[in-house]
Structure formats: C-alpha cells, structure tokens
C-alpha cells in the first residue's frame, strides 16, 4: 500500500486533504475516501491552484481549483476537496501549468483541459478555455513538461513541438509571441532532455552542457557532468557529483545550501527544492505556505538557508515531488502483505 503525503499552499484544497488551510507539515492525502491506495504513484504535477496525479496503473487523480476544468473534470464541480479519478485509465504522462493541464494517453494522443489566455491550450487563438478534451496525437511519444504558460512535448527521436507563450524566447527560434497550436521547435542544437522554468526552457545537449533560453537573469551554466537537472520559476539546479549545484535568483533561500547530506535523488517545485537521502526527505527555499515544513530555529521563518526535515520515518520513500508552494512524499508500506 503507498500513501500520499502533501503540506504547503492549500487554500484551493490543492492538497487533496479535505481542508483548505495551509499546512507545515506532511498531512495524508485523500484518495476519494481512502489515505491509503494499492497502486504506486509516479508522477505528481502541480498547477497554481490544482494537483494531478499519475498512478502506475495509468489512472489520474486530480484535486484542487476547478473553476476551468483544469482537474480533467467537468467544471461544474469548481473545487476537488479530495483527490478524485479522471475519466480514463490509459495515461502515461501528464503536466500542468497555472490554470491547464495536459494528458497524454499510450498510444499518444495528447488532451488537453483548462484555461489558458496565451496558447496555453494549443487549441488555436479562438479556444481559451475547455473541459478535457482531445488536441492532436504525438508520434513516439516521450514526455510532457509544461510550466506557467509553455509547454513542451519530445519524441524518442528527440524531436520537441510545444505551445503557449513564447514572447521570452521560451519556446525557441520564432518572431511570434504566442504559439496557439503545437509547433515543432527549435533551438538550434540537439536537444537530451529539457526543463521549463517561469518564462525559459533548459535544454541539455550533451553529457555536460545546458543553455537557457528566454528570459533569466542566468547568463551561463558551467559545463559539468550532469546527473540531473531541472528549474524552479528563477533559478536552475543541477545534480553533478554527488551535489547540487545552483544558478540564479536566491531572494528567498533558493539556491542550494552547503551540505554534507548524501543525495539520493532531488524534486523542484516553484521557488523550493526538496532531497531524499536514505528514508528522509529534507526541504530548502521559500516557504511562505509552510511548504518547507516547520521551522526549527526559535523565530518562524519563511525561508530556509539550509536544509529543513521535511520527513522520516518507517516508510519507504518512493518518491519526492514539489509544486507550487507544495511538497509531496510518496511512502510504501512495509508491513508485508499476507
């Protein structure tokens, strides 16, 4: 059995606990009626104000702010207080920007359900807002990722079509401000992975080189051996060495602290970070909805230098996620089943 398990902004019940009040520290989440699923989560993706879910199972799970549609749902029901099931049970990826969310099926096609002002839909400049709804179908599909109003689709051959605001560059080569339908990109080098922050996209070359492109105050990344990377809204992290290395905006803590910590594996969310190290999870950043979990020093503090326990326990941690504002610990039961 796995359990969900949120803190942070949740004043749209985006953390699926039943309640909209801010939390500290990790609270269960709540699977229709149950804190507890038999199907292990692996991929949590986070909107302004809403949360979806990915279960191995290809199920998706949505809570939170519904005012568009953007939990998969109809819009009738405004608010999820409590993660409920997507029509469908054949996803394979999924990601959400402010108020919209993209679903991608196995066989690749793509849906898409929200609201969005500049091309967030990719439904062409007449469609702003819609309930879930089929857009077009991806060849070879790989992965989604999607940030405040870009998003981005690649291919196994490597090939990226993305949509939305691209005023900053954010989506590549192009005179246009806004794509409103999925347009194949181009960045003018080959493209391993991507990330997407507020108004950039990361792109990774090669074993040791990724380049910013749209609007960020960081002018370079050094080469390094990459292990992992990926963005908050201003500030770029990156894996390399057994550590963290960290680029940009450290208004509110952002930037990696020095640590003798072992890093097994690390989560972003909008401007805090989380690290799994054995079976504990500890969080850094801006921590304004208590997203970083409780302070330890005597005066309450809403950003974090160093790196703050977010959990341990007996469960096993399976995985680590952060969101706007929010931080998610997924936990495997290891009470053995009879």
Known sequence: M????????????????????????????????????????????????????????????????????QCGVPKSIDKLKVFTKVPGDDWVDISCGWEFSILVKRDGQVFVCG??????????????????????????FLNVISCMQHTIIQNSDQKLVGWGNCRKGQLGKTTEKVFWEPTTLDFGQPVQKYCLGREFTVIQSDSDTVTIFGKSSITEIPKMPISEFAAMWSSVHVLSGGTIHSFGNNSHDQLFPTTNIPIDGFAIGSEHGLIKSGNSVYAWGWSEH?????????????????????????????????????????????????
């Open 2 to 69: 796995y359990q969900l398990l949120s803190c942070g902004s949740n004043g749209n019940y985006q953390l699926g606990i039943n309640n909209d009040e801010d939390q500290n520290t990790l609270q269960p989440s709540i699977f229709n009626t149950q804190t507890q699923i038999p199907h292990k989560p692996v991929k949590i993706v986070c909107g302004g104000n809403h949360t979806l879910v990915l279960l191995e199972t290809g199920e998706v799970y949505s809570c939170g702010d519904n005012t568009y549609g």
């Open 115 to 140: 609201n969005g002002l500049k091309g967030e839909l990719g439904l062409g400049k007449n469609i702003k807002q819609t309930e879930l709804v089929y857009s077009f179908t991806v060849e070879k």
């Open 290 to 338: 208590g997203n970083c979990g409780a302070s330890t020093t005597p005066n309450s503090k809403t950003t974090f230098d160093y790196l703050n326990k977010l959990y341990t326990g007996d469960e096993e941690v399976v995985l680590i996620s952060g969101g706007c504002a929010t931080s998610w610990v997924v936990v495997r039961n290891l009470i053995e089943e009879h």
